[in-house]
């Protein structure tokens, strides 16, 4: 994962980002599969050998300048650190990785808990979803995020789960995704 300054552009600019960083790079072995945008930063999900990293990032720099790169990979870890990096990630519209941390806790997780931790992890696809200029699938996901939360309880660790319900409701009769931290 590729984080580049964010010097002006939107959601809309997304697939235009991608084209432009596989031509910026296309001389090189380098998959460049989606770029989301966020509002300080553009996500680029890139496959490419780790020698090879710096180069790509030079290649890119015309699109902006580095923020930072994540090798991301299913990690092991305990289940309190990934809520917590989860929670993190999704509050700094990092939606993917939060996606990618919620994952670990939920497959740590049984009954009504693994359900609710699978509504936020669907909650943060449908934003990653608006960063690629998708909304209309995110806005498809609310309802699935909406049923997995159910009735959990009103708050898990330090989230309010009354709030995102709240969001999600709010979002499905605006048809609009509103980024808001949880």
């Known amino acids: ?50 020698a090879d990293l710096d180069l790509l990032i030079e290649k890119l720099s015309p699109i902006g300048e580095l923020d930072n790169t994540r090798h991301v990979v299913e990690e092991k870890i305990e289940k309190e650190e990934g809520l917590k990096d989860g929670v993190f990630y999704f509050n700094n519209e990092r939606f993917w990785e939060s996606h990618e941390s919620l994952e670990g806790v939920w497959k740590k997780c049984y009954g009504k808990e693994k359900e609710l931790v699978q509504g936020i992890i669907l909650l943060a696809v449908a934003f990653a979803h608006r960063q690629k200029d998708e909304g209309s699938i995110g806005i498809g996901m609310l309802g699935r995020a909406l049923e997995k939360l159910g009735d959990s309880p009103a708050v898990y660790g330090n989230i309010d789960v009354d709030r995102i319900r709240n969001k999600i409701k709010e979002m499905q009769t605006t048809k609009d995704l509103a980024i808001f931290e949880i």
């Open 1 to 50: 994962m590729i984080h580049l300054k964010n010097n002006g552009y939107h959601p809309t600019h997304s697939s235009d980002l991608v084209h432009r960083a596989r031509e910026l790079c296309s001389d090189m072995h380098a998959s460049i599969r989606v770029a989301r945008v966020a509002s300080k930063f553009l996500e680029f999900d890139v496959s490419i050998n780790p």
